[in-house]
T-cell receptor
Framework: NAGVTQTPKFQVLKTGQSMTLQCAQD?????MSWYRQDPGMGLRLIHY???????DQGEVPNGYNVSRSTTEDFPLRLLSAAPSQTSVYFC??????????FGPGTRLTVT | GIQVEQSPPDLILQEGANSTLRCNFS?????LQWFHQNPWGQLINLFY?????KQNGRLSATTVATERYSLLYISSSQTTDSGVYFC????????????WGLGTSLAVNP
């Protein structure tokens, strides 16, 4: 099993550009989530999904969109990047909300 | 919403020492997890422990849900234990919506 994979590992965007962060898991987990981590802070939940076709907002959803068309994939879209979205983004998955497994992260810089 | 406080914020140990990390939370939970973030940024799940005690090698954890705290014990620490340890909790309203503490940063010196 590859576990949870994320692409890209690094990305630099200009203010106003859009992009999609990819996340995939091959463990047949129904629950997937996106977090952001800023320096000196814990993780903050952006969006999550409890199954294909079902998504919900976390603590900091503004500026981000998600969709879940398959069990395996959960992409995160930034429609118009802002410097405040400079962060490290982590995707995670779990079975029934128990142990969460994390991808390696995407380091995003918005200039 | 639920608040999570971890202590101490920073810890420096000599290799071989033992340590106890604490996580306090402000409301009843039915989901509590401990994670280790290594110096390269990778997050690893250590324990899913909403109550009771678990052990995995040199690490063990205890959650006393009625008193709203959890403890992570590291015995015979090694340099590879360095990194940040996070506690994350969720309550019965949505046990998948984890709220994270700010972490304990651990440095183990050889």
């Amino acid at each position: 099993n590859a576990g949870v994979t994320q692409t890209p590992k690094f990305q630099v965007l200009k203010t106003g550009q859009s992009m999609t962060l990819q996340c995939a898991q091959d463990m047949n987990h129904e629950y997937m989530s996106w977090y952001r981590q800023d320096p000196g802070m814990g993780l903050r939940l952006i969006h999550y999904s409890v199954g294909a076709g079902i998504t919900d907002q976390g603590e900091v959803p503004n500026g981000y969109n998600v969709s879940r068309s398959t069990t395996e994939d959960f992409p995160l879209r930034l429609l118009s990047a802002a410097p405040s979205q400079t962060s490290v983004y982590f995707c995670a998955s779990s079975l029934q909300g128990h142990e969460q497994y994390f991808g390696p992260g995407t380091r995003l810089t918005v200039t | 919403g639920i608040q999570v406080e971890q202590s101490p914020p920073d810890l420096i140990l000599q290799e071989g020492a033992n340590s106890t990390l604490r996580c306090n939370f402000s409301d009843s939970v039915n989901n509590l997890q401990w994670f280790h973030q290594n110096p390269w940024g990778q997050l690893i799940n250590l324990f899913y422990i909403p109550s009771g005690t678990k052990q995995n090698g040199r690490l063990s954890a205890t959650t006393v849900a009625t008193e709203r705290y959890s403890l992570l014990y590291i015995s015979s620490s090694q340099t590879t234990d360095s990194g940040v340890y996070f506690c994350a909790v969720a309550n019965a309203g949505n046990n998948r919506k984890l709220i994270w503490g700010l972490g304990t940063s651990l440095a183990v010196n050889p």
